[in-house]
């Protein structure tokens, strides 16, 4: 039987949930990553506080962000959309690899325990982190996108680390665009169109990994929690429009910089997690 969450409990996480779908649309918009390097960690701990059995906690977490991620990504990619930021050739050239990459690490997910999945944010977060904070503008692995078929090999690369992190790839894609000499407010823009290609089949796949598990809580799909899910997604949906009048007002290393910070305090908290630090 799923757990049961009692009511001061249902409010407190009803209140977190709340404010962290406000910020999470904001974080999208402002940096085009659909909100998982705000919403995992948050949802980490709302779940670690509700009594969420270690053992799914972070699959809990992973499926229930990427189910935030579509609404909020799509109204991120419109907005940016409108401003005219958005390269639809990389899109075309990543989507199809993008989720063949997503399938298969939502494959994966559903056969690694939650640690494996903490040593995935570790890793892969703390070097996007690196990179954003201390890469230079003058770093350069070409001057124009690459040719088929590497930007398409990148995509499904994206894709697998993508749904297992649950940031809907723009991490990935942000970083790469910009070390072959896109401006970065371009990158952010047409990474928003990645959330939906690694959102949807991810939170497909997080249901069926998690169905039938005695261990998840009430109003769960599986790995995936609806009563979460509704809440965030209003919030997060009517805050994205704001960070996108912001980033499109910012200097580039601002930009660079906050993502940079946001990438760090997430990997930094799940290493602390693996230490038996919380």
Do not use: C
């Not at 297992?164 to 823009?189: E, H, K, W």
Request: aromatic share 10%.
């Amino acid at each position: 039987m799923p757990i049961d969450i009692g009511a001061g409990e249902l409010m407190l996480l009803a209140g977190a949930l709340l404010a962290a779908g406000l910020l999470t649309g904001f974080m999208s918009g402002l940096l085009g990553i659909g909100g998982g390097g705000i919403l995992v960690p948050v949802l980490f701990e709302a779940f670690g506080a509700i009594g969420v059995d270690p053992e799914i906690r972070m699959h809990m977490t992973l499926g229930t962000s990427l189910a935030v991620i579509i609404p909020t990504s799509l109204r991120s990619f419109y907005a940016h959309r409108a401003k005219g930021s958005v390269d639809t050739n990389i899109l075309w050239r990543l989507g199809p690899t993008l989720v063949l990459g997503v399938i298969t690490g939502t494959i994966f997910a559903g056969i690694v325990t939650g640690d494996e999945l903490k040593w995935i944010w570790v890793i892969f977060g703390g070097l996007l982190a690196l990179k954003l904070a201390l890469g230079r503008d003058d770093w350069r692995l070409g001057e124009d996108m690459p040719k088929p078929p590497w930007v398409e090999i990148y995509g499904f690369f994206a894709g697998f680390v993508s749904v297992l992190m649950s940031i809907a790839g723009a991490s990935f894609l942000v970083a790469y665009m910009t070390l072959y000499n896109r401006p970065l407010i371009q990158a952010v823009a047409t990474s928003a169109g990645l959330g939906p290609l690694v959102a949807i089949p991810g939170v497909i796949g997080f249901i069926i990994a998690g169905w039938g598990n005695p261990l998840t809580p009430e109003f769960s799909l599986g790995f995936v929690n609806l009563l979460g899910a509704a809440i965030i997604i209003p919030a997060s949906v009517i805050a994205a429009p704001l960070g996108v009048r912001i980033a499109h007002g910012l200097p580039k290393r601002r930009l660079e910089l906050a993502f940079a910070a946001f990438m760090a305090v997430a990997a930094t908290r799940f290493a602390l997690s693996l230490a038996g630090i919380g």
